[in-house]
């Protein structure tokens, strides 16, 4: 027994030796790397909330293994040593050191071993965190990049403290109509809308709890269904548009068009079951979309530009050939949701001023910012690689494009609840697939570094080749089961038809805009 003893404390102290000179070699056989490491998704230089899940990520530098140590103030180091490039940050650890790094930047550094036992030490990477929570939950659909038809597809909730996601409704369950355009009310889980269309019929979930009616909102003004949508801060009116989109190809560059042949703005009543409009936003020589209430609800901000027609030229055959020519002004209209009556159109950010055309404007809910999209022409900026971000500053009437943008498609962007955090979908990563991105926004306006949603597997986006539209934040999880959905959604027999408001004169306003035939001979 006490030679055993002898042996495994000699066994020991041998141990502790050889990892000792093992350390002193490598602390000695260090080279560094004036450099940032490359790794992917790019989580470097980060503006980062206390709430996101772990930043995991994969090494790009080639090596033999490799040691990752993150620095959070006021703890003991992370250390995590892989011989795979991929690194996935226990959840329990990120999760008290993002807390502990609140007003405070933590470092991520790399070290890679390199042959013949030489280690590589990187520039470490810093990452701020700062106090203001993004929402806790992001509500999308999930499409596969797809061209005139669509597969599968389902709306997802993503819990963003981890990496939870579960479907709300699927497609496969709706004999694979589509499902689209859902919004909330004030970012809360309770109240939504949500679109159907195909073999499931034309329709609009309204959802309230576990209640859920489904609304045909096609009227003797709007032949089509109602399309995009914002919902007034009273909780009792949806502006939404009317479009009459067509697609068409190209052989060379980008393969697809979307143009707009004709559009309206509308009002659903939700009290009345009502579609009323007026001729201000709804005028046959317009095509107007994209609606944007105020903060306050007195304001309602759209896109508008004049009909297709003006755009022909005495050598054009076809009202598809125009398609390039096509843009869009930033315009507003005073509104008293009291006695529902209509101002004077302003125009905010006229095509004729930016050379370009102006696009889903989307309002922050302190209503300090305004978010949207310019592109080099069209309605549809998820096709357009010229599509950017810009922000306005409400008070001043300046905007800017800020260093966030990518020489692919960025568009479609939700506010969080608190007006400091916004999530856009991009195109940057392959020019084929919109992913979710998130960026900061301070109280002056600058907006920082966008970084990826976060996936526990670091090739995800790597494997997954889904389209992640219509990013919506939400402050809690739905609670309304599939079942509910999928039994309003499916059961037209009890749809609800909505009614046109008496007041609204078919001879001052065709529904929707006079519709040219795209592909008819014009001369």
Known sequence: ????????????????????????????????????????????????????????????????????????????????????????????????????????AFTVQIDVLMKENIWQRFKPIENRVVADSIDGYLVYRRIKPIHNFWGSMGIYERNLSDFTERPLLLNRTLDNGCINCHVFYQKKPDRMVLHTRGTIGVGMLIVEGEKVVKVDTRTPFNKGPVVFRSWHPNGQILATSVNHFIQFF?????????????????????????????????????????????DDGKVLYFCSAPKLQSYLQPEDKY????????????????????????????????????????????LSPDGKFLLFCMADYGCFPVLLKSSDIYIMNMKTGQYRKPDINSNQAESNYSWSSNSRWFVFGSKRMDGLCARPYFCYVDTDGKVSK?????????????????SYNVPEFLTAPVKTSWQALTRAALDNDRMVKAVLDERVKLDAVSGASPQPTWQQPLH
């Open 1 to 104: 027994m006490k030679k055993f003893r002898i042996y495994t404390a000699a066994l020991i102290l041998l141990f502790v030796l050889l990892v000792s000179q093992n350390c002193a070699r490598v602390e000695r056989d260090i080279q560094k790397v004036d450099r940032l490491p490359e790794i992917f998704p790019d989580y470097r230089d980060l503006v980062l909330p206390v709430n996101i899940a772990p930043t995991n990520f994969k090494i790009l530098e080639k090596g033999q293994r490799f040691i990752v140590t993150v620095g959070f103030p006021g703890q003991r180091q992370l250390v995590i040593r892989s011989a795979r490039p991929d690194i996935l940050i226990p959840s329990s650890k990120w999760k008290k050191g993002l807390k502990n790094s609140v007003g405070k």
């Open 250 to 294: 190209h052989a060379t560059g980008e393969s697809r068009e979307v143009l707009d042949l004709s559009s309206d703005l509308l009002l659903y009543h939700f009290d009345s079951n009502k579609i009323s409009t007026v001729p201000a936003i709804a005028s046959p020589d317009r095509m107007e979309t994209f609606p944007c209430w105020s």
């Open 450 to 466: 966008p970084f990826i949603l976060p996936q526990k597997e670091t090739d995800y986006y790597e494997k997954i080749l889904d």
């Open 319 to 362: 009202v598809s050939t125009i398609y390039h020519r096509v843009k869009y002004d930033l315009n507003k209209i005073g509104y008293d949701p009291a006695t529902d009556t209509w101002g004077q159109i302003e125009p905010l950010l006229p095509a004729s001023v930016t050379g370009k055309s102006v696009l889903m404007p989307s």
